[in-house]
């Protein structure tokens, strides 16, 4: 009887996916926290800084206003129009609404386009380091993850040359983008993002660009996969630039084949997008100068971090060109990310994320910085590691 019970209640295996580290990192600086301890928060990617003025006061009036329902499963025709102008505004594209579909953060349009795009059993390519859920949903969901290593050489970016050497050695049906980067911060301008894409196209690999850091770029300008592929599925949000970690609303610029597909998956999956957070998501457009002002504190972060972390010892780290992460080497100090990041939050009270979380390969090796936070904060937390490393 109790072992008929168990097998009711044993986990599938497609569950059996890591840890998203970062939040086991943050849940351990709360408990710090609770006990009266100070901590730097530098763990989870998430802006300090408030959804713009205009999108909270757009979702107060809706709400004085009475009812909230559902919308149309791919949004709001007023917010994808929105959308869809903003791909005029800041890229020069001109982007039919019909293309736009709004989803629960990126995450809803990661789910959503690797459902609409492979089957179960296909390989799909994405850079190493990255952003671990690409791994865990493609597995979660039958797929494979197949890492290509990166380096200096291509700015630690995926070069078309790995992507192509990776699907010669055994086939792959798609590939995800991401520039900025998360971990890494590193960016690829448009001529680099164009050929590989092209190249990607070329050998029948689909193409899925992370956009999730426009507007947070440093270095040069980001482009958009939209602009160089009518074919490419286009995945941001209103997370980071707009400060609207919470809100949970994203959006993907979807090939016309796959509208119908997609509108099909998320009317089964969610219905659609909370109606509160779309409304605000809207008004956000019109906050660009309160975010354009955040965008100038990431800006003195990184100066702070990239002239500071050196002198503690910590002089190893990737291009700092977009997002707000710094990516340090700590192997001077520890081969072990994981006891590094516990001990740095233990004994210097400054949270932050093994390499480990983003690369199963090298990642013991390195360690991510957020600087989404106050400069005070970066001060502080430049100070602190640098007494504790000199113990």
């Known amino acids: 009887m109790l072992n008929a019970a168990k097998d009711l209640l044993s986990p599938s295996r497609r569950s ?25 928060h530098m763990e989870v990617g998430q802006p300090a800084a408030p959804a713009p003025l205009c999108a909270r006061r757009a979702a107060q009036a809706a709400l004085e206003g009475g009812r909230i329902g559902y919308t149309e499963s791919l949004g709001m025709p ?40 492979f089957e179960a059993g296909d390989r799909v390519a994405l850079a190493n380091p990255g952003y671990p859920p690409y791994r865990h949903i493609l597995t979660a969901l039958g797929c494979e993850p197949v890492l290509i290593e990166t380096s200096a050489e291509t700015r630690w970016a995926l070069s078309p040359e790995a992507l192509i050497a990776a699907h010669r050695k055994t086939p792959v049906k798609g590939v995800i983008v991401a520039s900025p980067a998360n971990p890494t911060g590193t960016m690829m301008d448009a001529r680099a993002l164009g050929e590989l894409i092209a190249v990607a196209e070329d050998a029948g690999i689909r193409v899925i660009s992370d956009e999730i850091y426009h507007g947070l770029d440093y270095a040069f ?43 099909r998956l998320h009317g089964n999956l969610a219905i659609s997008v909370p109606t509160l957070a779309q409304i605000a998501a809207e008004a956000a457009f019109d906050g660009r100068e309160e975010m354009e002002a955040v965008k100038h504190g990431y800006e003195e972060n990184r100066r702070i971090l990239t002239e500071g972390l050196p002198r503690t010892g910590l002089d190893q780290f990737l291009p700092v060109d977009g997002a707000f992460y710094l990516y340090a080497n700590i192997a001077r100090f520890s081969d072990d990310s994981l006891d590094f990041a516990k001990r740095m939050l233990n004994e210097a009270g400054v949270a932050a994320t093994p390499g480990i979380d983003f690369d ?32």
Do not use: Q
């Open 78 to 117: 007023s917010l994808r129009a929105r959308i869809a102008r903003h791909y005029r505004d800041a890229y020069g594209v001109d982007l039919d609404p019909a293309r736009v579909a709004v989803t629960t953060g990126s995450s809803g349009g990661f789910i959503l386009s690797f459902l609409s795009l």
């Open 360 to 391: 199963p390969i090298d990642g013991r090796h390195f360690i991510r910085f957020c600087y989404a936070g106050s400069a005070v904060e970066m001060r502080e937390a430049v100070e602190r590691i640098g007494t504790w490393l000199d113990r």
């Open 221 to 263: 300008r980001a482009e958009t996969a939209a602009k160089l592929s009518s074919r490419a599925v286009v995945i941001n949000s209103f997370s980071k630039y707009f400060c609207m970690t919470g809100w949970r609303v994203g959006w993907m610029v979807l090939p016309e084949p796959l509208v119908r597909t997609v509108d």
């Open 16 to 40: 059996d996916v890591p840890p998203f580290i970062v939040m086991d990192v943050m849940a351990a600086a709360a408990a710090r926290e609770a006990r009266g301890e100070r901590v730097v």
